[in-house]
């Protein structure tokens, strides 16, 4: 398709451009004439640097045109278009798939899952022997899905490396572990080996998932330092000193 001839009337016409732009525009945020573009005979697009801080790499694009013989620019449309390198916002995502843990609150509810791979009928079988004991105690009793190989993998994996977890600061500057607290409640099933509950009022984790090798200062079995008393001699008090009073 062959281009669309030049146009001195539009092409000449860029303070018209300019201020249609500035009409809309935050005042000052209208920059230099960056170029024209001929879209089609008697059209033409002029493009602006937009300079307003919220928009970088933005411009101002003012459409004009002309009738046939005539002699003056006609402003069509006005926009700010994102140039290359323009600071854009993210993809839309839906908002079901936005949710971030603690996001729920009293009175929401997530959507229904029907494939989530975290989940897997109650009567199938993992070849895990504690695991297939629940899901067979499961199976007519109110739980249609217990949990997969691949949801226990992720909350293992999440646990592991939150804030309970064997590499937290807590669990860094811990006395003891705890798998020698007498607190530690371990979990039942294929996790037991690696994580359990916490039931000590006085720790930072209460009624948390914790990791064996997570701990606090709340340990059953540690004491704090004890030191000796520090002796303190009797104060000493001088009876011979005179001491006098001014009223000035």
């Known amino acids: 398709m062959p281009s669309p001839r030049s146009d001195a009337v539009l092409t000449g016409a860029v303070e018209v451009a300019r201020a249609a732009a500035g009409e809309i525009a935050e005042p000052g945020t209208v920059g230099d004439h960056l170029e024209v573009v001929m879209e089609a005979e008697r059209l ?21 045109s002309r009738v046939p013989r005539a002699r ?40 229904f899952v029907a494939d989530d791979p975290r989940l897997e009928a109650g009567f199938e079988a993992t070849g895990e022997e504690d695991v297939d004991q629940v899901a067979l105690w499961e199976l007519g009793l109110g739980r249609p899905r217990v949990l997969s190989a691949e949801g226990r993998d992720a909350a293992a994996t999440r646990w592991q490396d939150g804030d309970h977890g064997p590499t937290s600061e807590s669990a860094r500057k811990a006395p003891a572990p705890c798998r020698t607290c007498g607190y530690f409640l371990p979990m039942a099933g294929a996790l037991r080996a690696v994580f359990g509950v916490c039931a000590n009022e006085w720790s930072p984790a209460d009624g948390s998932v914790v990791a064996l090798d997570f701990g606090c200062g709340a340990h059953s079995e540690v ?26």
Do not use: M
Not at 47 to 61: D, L
Not at 223 to 248: G, H
């Open 44 to 64: 033409a697009t002029h493009y602006f640097a937009c300079t307003a801080a919220a928009y970088p790499g933005w411009r101002w694009a003012v459409t004009l």
């Open 223 to 248: 004491d704090v330092e004890k030191r000796a008393p520090e002796r303190i001699d009797p104060p000493v008090l001088d009876d011979e000193t005179e001491i006098v009073f001014s009223d000035r």
């Open 72 to 111: 003056k620019a006609t402003i069509s449309e006005v926009h700010l278009l994102a140039g290359e390198g323009a600071l854009l916002s993210p993809e839309w995502v839906p908002y079901a798939e936005r949710l971030a843990p603690g996001d729920i609150g009293p009175g929401d509810r997530t959507a």
